[in-house]
């Protein structure tokens, strides 16, 4: 039997294509699906043809193609002309809705291919889908490595579907759930992921491997032990070591996301396979994920040195009172210093923080805002926010799910478009108990709106003005000044904290802090202002138009701006990096240079009086013997002649780049 097995979706649909464009949304659909990737080698192993349709690749065409089809109907077209026996789809919960949609648009163009799902969203929702959705055949549950084959050679005679664990299907009128198939205990067993079958390899820039499976712990807001049922499992170093190895020959990456919900549980291992990776003399980097209390900074160490370039810790809540209630129970001091430890080692760390929580107060949210804004001046650190959904088949979900409301307002815990299609809200509104991630659970302290709107203000603000946002949130608290904000301008939405517009709207809503909270415009917090408004796109200062290109007239180079400032600006960045108060940084007029350069981050250099001064006169209007004359008598000349010392700066500022 020939299976069409399709990727499921990372985002819905999006309204606007220069949004499904952007550098972030194709990095998370350009990552090789190596759930799909498994199962297809392991049908290979068996003799099977498998085709495999990733339709987050399938959407960008579907973007740049002539219209008359929406993406539904679209895809459905072009998974039908892949002249499949069977087409499997794989299932998340953020696009379970366009997921079922192109299914039973497939059935009522082709009744008779059966349609199979899989994926963690249909197995923990599997009797519910079947129930729903007459369309919709058979459910594989779980790992479906074993299953999948057995099931594959019984469809030609139901009566043979009974003895497959791990499926649930219809018999007649009635829905069976066979028992659950036992969870593979050999991964190493298992054999590479496809990736010849996977049309998009090529702009993959890091490649997946599973490194295990299972997490021991029982979070109450994660689905990740419906699926893997805690049974936690390892690949052997030098299973993983090899892949790695083949994978580079084959397509010259040596980068690698190593796949497991918990990779440092076992210490022992980590350490066997970062020593292992040391001892084959092979230079790989990879990414994992990791609990703050299942590393030290011994084993930070060790990782770093074995090519470990990315961490990603699920923090979730700032409240040491709400990690109990969650079951997480994180000592969030300890959870800090990994992070700063991580980062010292030059591992670039995910800090992900959700809010939310149906017993979430001010106090809590207060909290891990702080927690959150701490992990900010690290260079090497990306915090996330996310609002909670409740996932199907969590603690949370089964305690409030008859409190369920449906508000329009997406978590982001999985990606999402910026609004749902019509036909996508009509099924999640028809069918609460199928689709419960694109519901609210309830919180009577805390209004989700609100919180949705910090999630943007403070994450947009990360990215457009970093520093004078943690410099605000040591002065005064991101709180309040998010509170001050939305008191003057009332609610907005994601898009427009997305536009450029809100940076340059909260500068000058900053800026009248100098009338209207002149004591929260200290010096250090005015110079971070003043040097956010002169990073500004808006070009400051302008060349005369008059000027012929071959006139030798000095002037500031167009990629350096000049300002001066309060406070020594490297001083204010140091405390903040350091988390030291910033009345420490004394007040002081200095002057400074930003001076950019493609590809590189923005350089900031102090400068002395006299290059200060100089470069106050370098205006593309002036000759040098004029500069001269003009310097004269600068108390900075240390004995030099005004025309020497004047020729020496030039030569040195046009050096550093500062003058053309």
Partial sequence: MRICLVSPPTATEFEDPAIAESEAIRLISERAPVGILTLAAVLEQQGASPQVVDLNRLYYAWLRSPGGLDFCGYAARRLLAESADAI???????????????AGKIKHARPEIPVLLGGPQASVVDVATLRAFPFVDIVVRGE??????????????????????????????????????????????????????????????????????GCPFACKFCSTNDFFRRNFRLKSPETVINQMRTLRGLYGRDSFELIHDMFT???????????????????????????????????????????????????????????????????????????????????????SLITGFPEETRDDLHDTVGFLMDAVPLDNAKPQLHLLAPLAGTPIHERHREQLTLDDILSDMSCHGWRLDTAD???????????????????????RNYLRELR???????????WLLVGLHQAVGVLSVFDLWRARRGSDSSEYYAH?????????FAREWEETRPQWLTPAISTLLACEEA?????????????????????????????????????VLECLRERRSLSDVPAGKVAIAFRASEGQPTEVLRLSPLSARLLALCDGERSPREIARRLAGH????????????????????EQGLIA
């Fill in 144 to 213: 479906a490595e074993e299953s999948l084959p057995r099931l594959l050679d019984a469809m030609p005679n139901p009566r043979l579907l009974a003895a497959i664990p791990g499926i649930t299907y219809r018999r007649g009128t009635e829905i069976v759930r066979n028992p659950n198939a036992p969870v593979i205990l050999d991964l190493d067993a298992l054999p590479m992921p496809a990736f010849h079958l996977y049309p998009g390899i090529e702009a993959c820039r890091r490649l997946p491997l599973e490194l295990g499976r």
């Fill in 265 to 351: 549980v076992d210490r022992k291992r980590v350490v066997a396979f970062c020593e292992a990776v040391i001892a084959s003399g092979e230079r790989f980097g990879w990414n994992c994920s990791a609990r703050t209390d299942c590393i030290d900074d011994e084993l930070i160490a060790l990782m770093a040195r074995a090519g470990c370039q990315g961490i990603f810790f699920g923090i979730e809540t700032g409240s040491q009172r709400l990690q109990t209630i969650i079951d997480k129970n994180l000592d969030l001091r300890e959870a800090a210093a990994r992070i700063r430890s991580t980062d010292r080692h030059g591992i670039h760390t995910t800090v």
């Fill in 456 to 466: 943007d203000f403070i994450l947009h603000g990360i990215v457009r003005f970093r």
């Fill in 425 to 447: 809200r009509s099924l999640i509104a028809a069918y609460p108990d199928i689709f419960p991630n694109f519901y609210a659970v309830p919180n009577a302290g805390l209004d």
């Fill in 535 to 571: 990073l500004d796109p808006t070009p400051l200062r302008t060349v005369s138009k008059h000027r012929a290109a071959s006139d030798p007239l000095p002037r500031v180079a167009e990629n350096v701006r000049i300002l001066e400032v309060e406070a020594d600006y490297a001083a």
């Fill in 635 to 654: 108390e900075d000349l240390s004995g030099f002649s005004p025309r020497a010392a004047c020729r020496l700066s030039l030569e040195i500022l046009r």
């Fill in 500 to 508: 450029i517009d809100f940076r340059r709207d909260f500068l000058a």
């Fill in 88 to 102: 499997g789809f794989g299932t998340i919960c953020s696009t379970y809705p366009l997921t079922i949609r192109i």
